[in-house]
């Protein structure tokens, strides 16, 4: 946008013409917006409990006032004052982490390193246990100020892993959350992300009288220009650009929304609210935008019309992986794509020259329209490979799950059996592998190759916790062993194979490890800053120290009785089960948090096995078992076991 020079004095006066016209309601939001909810408020009569979970109160005694004037019998109580920090929307039983999860934990521990935490991740395991340990409902350390920072923090967290169903689910959740300025933004920034621009539009309109930064000011300017207002859109624009401010894709979409189309050739690190004005606008976004890192911005560039389907595919695959976007929305985009005669006639050999998006698209295409199910299989089988060697495995197994329950396992796909096998075990779905793993113990009865294959997927499925593995037995590790020592990189394997079953509590012979010892010295590897490590090791402890004590007090409590034998055993072994069990050891957030901040962002699958172990370890000693199970799967399948 181009803009004459403006004396100082005319900014002077346009500075208060600015602000009076920043007090008058937009169009838009009187058009087209309600009353924006703030909190979910159950309806009660009198002597009804409300069943809906409320942020935990900071703990105040009651002051019982008496005097002379008044009648003994009354007490006057203060207040108790909300803290929204402490605010969450699951508990325990929900699968959050108890509302004492910080107990023991200091300030200074969370207030420093709620802020590491590795919200760009690929790893499911790790999103969800960083989903629950914000979500949760919980009070503070001692000392914290409970002025709406750490619930900002919290939100923001969930912002950058494109969560916003859990950023709205929070912020309803949260008390007086319109008087906390960063959440404001936040919930602004998430309806500029779903084009709720009503609502964004309400919300700048409220908070411009109350903050002047230069996001709500653009974001004002935006809503007057969407309300046809462009005269004052074109004063806004002025004062910050006389100001320094510097967004040239901000005003050409300002100046394209005013009926003066200009082109958006470079836009590599887009915001909410560029997103949204092109959307509007149907601006075409440029190639550079999926170099964004936000999962969020991914997803919205996903589903953009504005976009192209190369661009649009890249978001959306990106976005998939990180979980910021539903499988079903990037399988959708897969079959939207056209493609040639010629390449459904060769979709394989098509798919292995040009690797990417559109490749992927159409293998999955090919497999949806193939009524055979050995070309059902190839395509499969093809997508998966391809997806192996490109780091997004995982993801084409969701992609690809339908397609993989629909074929038949038969005698002719024995060749199939074991990629269908480690796509099942790795998706979760360890029920439909069951009839391939028939077919393939069929087969290794007279064929070497599935013979081979068989011993290389055992030990993964011991990992994935496959129930018909019943005879598992250190033979079947000696043997993989001895069929995989010849690969590249099979010590590193084994290692990291040990580590996590042990891990699990499965034996691993001494004679296994020390087939290792001829392998090199010393690695380097990452390792977790020290403080960090030691913070793990305290906190663990803790959690040791409390359990043990739990059951010393069993076991005496069982002394009294007449029957002592019996009563012990019986009562130490209950005491045990409800203590691994538990969610709600002490600690428990800190052991979660730092154990995510070691894993770091590249996960599961590029920690070391030491490290790997250690992290295991100290989940497990907080009953999250079913965690620690599935953090192994995904190490080995990252590994390529």
């Known amino acids: 946008m181009t803009v004459s020079h403006v004396s100082k004095t005319t900014i002077l006066k346009t500075l208060t013409i600015a602000a009076m016209l920043f007090c008058i309601p937009l169009k838009l939001v009187e058009a087209q917006s309600g009353p924006v909810r703030l909190a979910p408020q159950p309806n009660l009569r009198p002597g009804e409990q409300s069943t809906v979970t409320l942020p935990v109160m900071e703990q105040k005694i009651p002051e019982t006032v008496v005097t002379d004037s008044l009648d003994t019998s ?41 802020r590491l935490l590795p919200v760009n991740n690929k790893s499911k395991a790790m999103r969800d246990l960083m989903r629950r340990l914000l979500l949760s409902t919980a009070t503070l350390p001692e000392g914290m100020a409970g002025d709406g920072s750490y619930i900002a923090r919290r939100v ?54 109350i903050e002047s930064s230069a996001y709500w000011q653009k974001a004002f300017i935006f809503c007057q220009a969407l309300a046809g207002e462009h005269d004052k859109a074109a004063l806004g624009v002025a004062l910050l650009q006389d100001v320094g401010d510097e967004d040239e894709a901000f005003y050409s979409l300002v100046e394209t929304l005013a009926g003066n189309p200009t082109k958006i050739e470079n836009l590599p690190n887009p915001t909410p609210m560029h997103l949204s004005i092109a959307r509007v606008t149907k601006t075409q976004l440029p190639s550079d935008v999926v170099a964004s890192s936000h999962p969020g911005v991914l997803r919205t560039i996903a589903i953009s019309p504005n976009a192209s389907v190369e661009v649009r595919l890249e978001a959306a695959e990106r976005a998939e992986i990180a979980g910021a976007l539903e499988v079903d929305t990037l399988r959708q985009l897969y079959t939207s794509v056209s493609f040639s005669d010629q390449d459904l006639v060769n979709p394989l050999s098509k798919a ?118 019943s005879d598992w037995s250190p033979t079947h590790l000696s043997n993989w062993w001895e069929q995989a020592r ?58 040791r120290f409390s359990q043990k004590a739990s059951l010393e007090e069993a076991s005496s409590a069982a002394q009294d009785t007449a029957s002592y034998e019996v009563q012990t055993q019986q009562v130490v072994s209950e005491t045990t089960t409800t203590i691994r069990k538990s969610s709600l050891p002490p600690r428990i957030g800190e052991i979660v948090m730092l154990s995510l901040i070691a894993l770091g962002e590249g996960g599961p699958g590029q920690a070391a096995p030491i490290v790997l172990r250690k992290i295991m370890d100290s989940l497990k000693v907080a009953g999250l078992d079913k965690e620690v199970r599935a953090l192994a799967l995904e190490a080995a399948v990252a590994a390529g076991l």
């Not at 004052?81 to 934990?105: C, H, K, R, Y």
């Not at 969930?158 to 169903?165: I, Y």
């Not at 040990?498 to 699990?504: I, N, R």
């Open 74 to 114: 009354i007490q006057v109580n203060t207040l108790q004052t909300i803290n929204p920090d402490t605010a969450g929307v699951l508990s325990a039983q929900e699968g959050g982490f108890g509302v004492g999860m910080w107990d023991g934990t200091s300030q200074r521990m969370l207030a420093t390193m709620i």
């Open 156 to 209: 923001g967290l969930l912002s950058s892993m494109g969560d916003t169903a859990s950023v709205n689910q929070l912020l309803d959740a949260t008390p007086g959350r319109s008087q906390i300025n960063q959440l404001v933004r936040y919930e602004a920034d998430a309806r500029f992300l779903a084009n709720d621009n009503a609502r964004a539009c309400s919300l700048a309109a409220r908070q411009i009288s």
């Open 352 to 469: 292995e020259a040009e690797s990417g998006p559109l490749s992927r698209a159409l293998l999955y295409r090919t497999s949806l329209i193939q009524t055979v199910p050995t070309a059902q299989a190839e395509a499969a089988a093809k997508a998966l490979s391809l997806g192996r060697e490109g780091g997004r495995y995982i993801s084409i197994v969701r992609v690809f799950m339908p397609v993989l329950k629909r074929i038949p396992p038969n005698a002719e796909l024995a060749w199939f059996a074991p990629e269908v096998i480690r796509a099942f075990l790795s998706g979760g779905e360890s029920a439909s592998a069951i009839p391939w793993f028939s077919l393939l113990r069929i087969s290794a009865q007279h064929n070497q190759e599935s013979a081979e294959a068989l011993t290389a997927l055992l030990p993964i499925a011991r990992l994935a916790g496959y129930s018909q593995i």
């Open 486 to 543: 010849t690969d590249d990189g099979a010590s590193d394997k084994a290692a990291l194979l040990y580590s996590l079953l042990d891990a699990l509590g499965d034996d691993v012979s001494r004679e296994s490890w020390d087939a290792l010892l001829e392998g090199p010295q010393r690695n380097t590897i990452a390792m977790p800053n020290s403080a960090l490590w030691h913070s793990l090791n305290e906190a663990t402890k803790a959690i």
